[in-house]
């Protein structure tokens, strides 16, 4: 019986990666071209300016992130132990929380965002005005993302991956369609972007709740408070907060030390790496989603060396997946860079490099988190990962006031989440004894990295040079092979091939 359960949770996860990777590559299209006609649409400074204001006021959803993943792990469990009746107070519970963040977001980002904003942001004056409302576009927008996460989290839940991927198509072809428009009319087409993204953030936060009120039964709001469920969900939201802060430290607030140190234009550098890092790392971010909700049903249930063999699958396989797309793309990114956007802000090249290499540093970690999340004893692992983490921040600034050079930040993230990954490994540990660091290094650890040498110093060698576009496609469909061959024969276990195999070969016979 537990083996079947474990066939049911491989195919619920391979239909909803299917639907999650459908979702990513319209999306990865469309945002690659959006992101070339903001740049000529706004201009560099503009779009630079864009880049630090909106990014400052997510700077302050880290109490969000936190409660976004308690929201999961609750919703989750909820779904394979609760009554519907339990889990419509869960489930309204986490709403009434959620306002009360927004209301919170609205409070710091109106009196810290805004001393901020007038201090320490390099604008130039005569667009001071035009940011100012981005600010605020980004503010309502924010405020309605944080409202979102319980029907999220309801969606990821249910493993209805296809409903969520339908929704994320609509919302980036009808922010395509902004940006169409924003070419061709307005006059300050800085301010009219912020305002048309905003409305698109509104109108699909609508569709997700339609679509979880209609389908959901426990999506029915009630009127329910519990103060120990209230306690409960900030005791674990807690610790989270650590881990949380420091993912906001290294995201948005070394853009506000680019900002202060090097000024708008390297923002728009660092912009367009953030771009492409969202887009390819959302392989990664569609591999791993589809196997929280077993893991964390996995715990409830029981079944602890289930959820510690899927948490390693997951782990080294997101890994190996990120490899052969990260890798073949850096072989060709100045040539990418150089057609998509015909003349990339300065340090483009390098910040789009160092940032792939920190998020394949990061897929190691794989879903650690996850794991310990659904034991709800999170406090070492935040503790010990956050600490370290939010120790990159101060670093940088540090190395900037040296007249540091400015991909400094990258390199320091890329140590320090070395770093976090032993750190996660002995927080896991203490927290599940049935997990082994051994295991961890040898099944997931050193098989990722030695399939990663052969490619990455091809690679490194491609990227150094400059090709035309037929040489380019070559080059890339020839490291793709080689990181193929060295997943094959270096990256995977004999098992593990013929789980792969199978699973090809039953796709093969359903057609």
């Known amino acids: 019986m537990p083996n079947q359960k474990y066939k049911l949770n491989n195919k619920q996860i391979a239909r909803n990666t299917f639907f999650l990777y459908f979702r990513m590559m319209l999306i990865m299209a469309v945002s690659l071209y959006t992101s070339r006609i903001v740049l000529n649409a706004l201009g560099v400074v503009d779009y630079g300016i864009n880049n630090v204001v909106a990014g ?209 234009v390297f923002n728009a550098a660092r912009g367009i790496a953030s771009s492409i890092e969202a887009n390819v790392s959302s392989f990664l971010y569609n591999f791993t989603t589809p196997t929280i909700p077993p893991i964390i049903k996995s715990y409830a249930t029981g079944n602890i060396e289930e959820m510690i063999k899927l948490g390693m699958r997951s782990s080294k396989f997101g890994f190996l997946l990120f490899m052969c797309l990260s890798l073949p793309l850096i072989s060709i990114l100045n040539t990418v860079l150089n057609i998509w956007l015909i003349s990339p802000p300065p340090y483009a090249g390098t910040f789009c490099f160092l940032s792939l290499i920190y998020i394949q540093c990061n897929s190691l970690c794989g879903t650690l988190q996850n794991m310990v999340q659904a034991t709800k004893q999170i406090k070492r692992f935040q503790l010990t990962n956050g600490i370290i983490k939010i120790m990159a921040l101060p670093t940088v600034y540090i190395i900037y006031k040296c007249e540091g050079n400015v991909t400094a930040y990258l390199w320091t993230l890329i140590i320090f989440s070395i770093l976090g990954l032993f750190a996660q490994l002995d927080a896991v540990k203490r927290v599940i004894t049935n997990f082994k660091i051994k295991n961890y290094i040898i099944i997931v650890i050193l098989p990722s990295l030695f399939a990663y040498i052969i490619p990455f110093i091809i690679t490194f060698y491609c990227y150094r040079t400059t090709f035309n576009i037929i040489q380019a496609i070559g080059i890339a469909f020839l490291n793709l092979i080689i990181c193929i061959c060295s997943v094959w024969f270096i990256g995977l276990s004999k098992h593990e091939k013929n789980w792969a195999f199978n699973i090809i070969k039953s796709k093969i016979h359903k057609k």
């Open 56 to 264: 400052m006021v997510v700077m302050f959803s880290f109490l969000n992130s936190a409660l976004a993943q308690a929201s999961q792990r609750y919703i989750a469990y909820g779904i394979e132990k609760d009554s519907i009746e339990k889990q419509r107070q869960t489930f309204s519970m986490l709403l009434n929380v959620h306002i009360l963040i927004a209301i919170v977001i609205f409070t710091l980002c109106e009196t810290i965002g805004i001393w901020l904003f007038y201090n320490k942001l390099v604008i130039p004056a005569e667009r001071m005005s035009s940011a100012f409302w981005v600010m605020q576009f980004s503010i309502l927008s924010l405020m309605v993302s944080v409202t979102q996460v319980p029907y999220n989290a309801s969606i990821f839940g249910h493993e209805r991956m296809n409903a969520y991927a339908y929704i994320s198509i609509a919302e980036v072809l009808l922010k395509l369609g902004v940006v169409i428009t924003i070419k061709y009319f307005f006059q300050d087409k800085l301010i009219a972007y912020g305002a048309l993204t905003m409305g698109v953030s509104i109108l699909t936060a609508f569709l997700y709740r339609i679509y979880c009120i209609k389908h959901f039964s426990n999506c029915q709001y009630i009127r329910y408070w519990s103060s120990s469920l209230f306690r409960e969900l900030f005791s674990y939201t807690g610790w989270s907060l650590i881990g949380n802060l420091a993912w906001t430290f290294n995201s948005q607030g070394m853009n506000i030390l680019i900002n202060m140190f090097f000024g708008p």
